[in-house]
């Protein structure tokens, strides 16, 4: 038993250590800072999709979109009307997915700040309560 008390304050000492490490992992998004970065973002992807939302750039391979908004055209009955397109928040589809997306960094063509006046960014802020 006396090796046992010897090694309590080590396994102890390593419990506490192994639980910091699992809140870190789990809870962490490992993101980089974006500095100086305008409130709202508009990723372009290599597959015409465009999201809007609050860009994250995190180590690894994905990108984090936040409050993540598209476009959605919808045809119009004849051919005199033209395509009707609105800004769809994400989450709320058929499959109520999370507000986020995870994009492969490899998908991306670019990436635009939106201005504070931007349409996009002020129906997002409506949108988010702000």
């Known amino acids: 038993m006396p090796g046992l008390r010897r090694r309590l304050p080590r396994i102890a000492v390593g419990i506490v250590v192994f ?10 998004d490992f993101a ?11 990723v372009f992807l290599s597959n015409g999709q465009t999201y809007f939302g609050r ?17 959605q055209t919808n045809a119009p009955a004849d051919d005199q009307t033209p395509p009707e397109s609105r800004l769809i928040k994400r989450g709320n589809e058929l499959h109520q997915p999370l507000p986020y997306v995870l994009i492969p960094k490899t998908a991306i063509l670019f990436i635009e700040d939106l201005r504070a006046d931007s349409p996009v960014g ?7 309560g702000r």
């Open 19 to 28: 639980l910091a490490i699992l809140f870190a992992v789990r809870y962490w």
């Open 32 to 42: 980089l800072p974006n500095v100086g970065a305008a409130r709202y973002q508009a």
């Open 55 to 71: 860009y994250i750039d995190r180590i690894g391979s994905y990108v984090k979109i936040e409050r993540a908004y598209y476009i």
């Open 122 to 128: 002020q129906f997002m802020d409506r949108e988010n």
